[in-house]
């Protein structure tokens, strides 16, 4: 029986998988054809392994297709050129030793010159590019190399020669036969080999590879693209799910991250049949099953977050980006020029939508979030106020939303009374994150919506055990302005199908009134607070 893989190379015949050959099509069409050298790059476990071994097979029938993985080259292979051109030799050995369609199709005397060069003392990497020229001259079909894993071999300047003599024979290959066409995959842009390698090499800023066409081929999931993986496994387990309905709930929370996808999919079916929480079946693949994945997702310890936060940690200056994103609802204009703009774009923690800066998925934001809120609870009389207070909110297994925003009204007006306006609006939407998470903590979870998010106004979507509250956080600008965003929570509370929605408003007029107030707008209930 298939299952849902997330540990490595997905393979049709034993995984459920979307169907890619519309993108095999495409990339054959738009890069390879047309001879061009370029690089995968997409954030970790976004599918580059599993699109390159399909890709090798898709090709076949027109090209001679080498293909190799440099993660299982040791370091030691890059210590100098006569090391790494023998390993080199040595992995196009194997492939035709495994591949018998390679050795019909390649002169064998261009090849044995080939194999001849590891023998051969003070070898060095011109020779190697001299002999597969030999060899792309006299094969009966175009050569196409596929490399994966590059950023394993990235930071040293055996590459760099590598990459720089791709790159003399791509220019003179009117008259030096040469590879038609070049694939290179990983996460770092080797473009920009200066990220990856120390900060004071400046003399390896601008990499060889800047003969490479832009690869822009979207390898995220579409919600018909999850639909038709999950039409395979309905056929397989008759649950009775809604498949679109559960489809385009996954989509929501993840954009699409191929990773992401296949992960809610493997907790739906391999965790959630033990739950307590779903003793029916067919509860499970539920937009209330994709909500509990969701949650037990964001609490797993696995290395696909743990690298996530790595980087958080390396790169400060992309980190506070996405703080500035998260807690003020900054909107940050689309820039690739800007070095912390680049590196969450690199890593796939970034995006960008209506030229403006946001998170890539829900996923992502409430990982980050969580984490955000875990390092500053430590130090947060917020937190510790929320936590000490958190058993009179939940009766009967049911959230008052009420209660909560009344409480924090008492406790903001206690605590952050003295604060200047500037601090406030800076930080205040982030005093009610820390106050709200120990409260749900362990049952629920919550996400800011970024549909809504920018620095006068930010919607909080919380779900508790099935039931959803839709809150949003705005900085005080006027009477009319409040009016506007009644409007628009009232608008926005028909998205998610709910007749009541929740206001908290930070008021600076020295005149104010704080507290709860009740507003009815047509047939929508609006519980406002105001601190």
Partial sequence: MRYFNTEGVCRPDIHYMVQINDRLEEIKRLYVDPGKYFLINRGRQYGKTTTLRALAKYLKNDYLVW????????????????????????????????????????????????????????IFMDSLFEALSRICETAQK???????EVDSASNNQVFLDFLALIRGY???????????????????????????IRPDDDHKYNSPWNIAANFNID????????????????????????????????????????????????????????????????????KEGVTEAVKILLK?????????????????????????????????????????????LMFGFLKEKDSQLTIANRIFEMRMLNMFLAEEAIKSEAFRQGERIRSQFVKNAKLDMVLVLAKFVE?????????DDKFVEAYGR??????????????????????????????????????????????????EYNQRGRLQLADYLDYFHQKKG????????????TGMKTITLGDKTIIEAIV
């Fill in 67 to 122: 293909s190799m993985d440099f993660q299982m080259m040791s370091s030691a292979t890059f210590a100098d050129e006569q090391t790494f051109v023998v390993k080199f030799i040595g992995n196009i050995e194997r492939l035709y030793a495994r591949k018998p369609e390679l050795i019909k199709a390649t002169n064998p005397d261009a090849f044995q010159a080939l194999a001849a060069l590891k023998s051969q003392n003070n």
């Fill in 502 to 513: 929740y206001m908290l408003s930070f008021n600076f007029n020295k005149k104010k009134k």
């Fill in 170 to 196: 791509y220019l003179d290959r009117e008259n030096s036969p040469a590879l038609h066409s070049v694939i290179l995959a990983g996460v770092y842009d080797i473009k920009n080999l200066k990220l990856k």
């Fill in 411 to 419: 406790y903001f007006h206690d605590i952050y009374n003295e604060k």
């Fill in 300 to 344: 797993m310890k696995i290395s696909f977050f743990d690298s996530m936060m790595k980087q958080l940690d390396t790169f400060a200056d992309m980190r506070n980006t996405i703080e500035d994103i998260l807690y003020q609802g900054k909107k940050i204009p689309f820039s690739p020029d800007i070095k912390s703009i680049n590196i969450g």
């Fill in 219 to 286: 390898m995220s999931f579409s919600v018909a693209q999850t639909k038709s993986m999950l039409d395979e496994y309905e056929a397989d387990h008759h649950t009775g799910m809604d498949i679109m309905t559960v489809a385009i709930e996954i989509i929501q929370y993840t954009s699409g991250y191929p990773y992401l996808v296949s992960m809610i999919c493997k907790i739906l079916d391999e965790m959630l049949p033990e739950s307590k929480r779903f003793p029916d079946p067919k509860n499970i693949w539920t």
């Fill in 430 to 479: 982030k005093f009610f994150l820390l106050y709200l998470k120990p409260i749900i903590n362990g049952t629920g979870n919550y996400y800011i919506e970024a549909q809504t998010r920018d620095t006068k106004r930010t919607d909080v979507v919380v779900d508790y055990l099935g039931e959803q509250f839709v809150i949003e956080m705005k900085i005080w600008h006027g009477n």
């Fill in 142 to 148: 175009p050569i196409v190399m596929i490399i994966d």
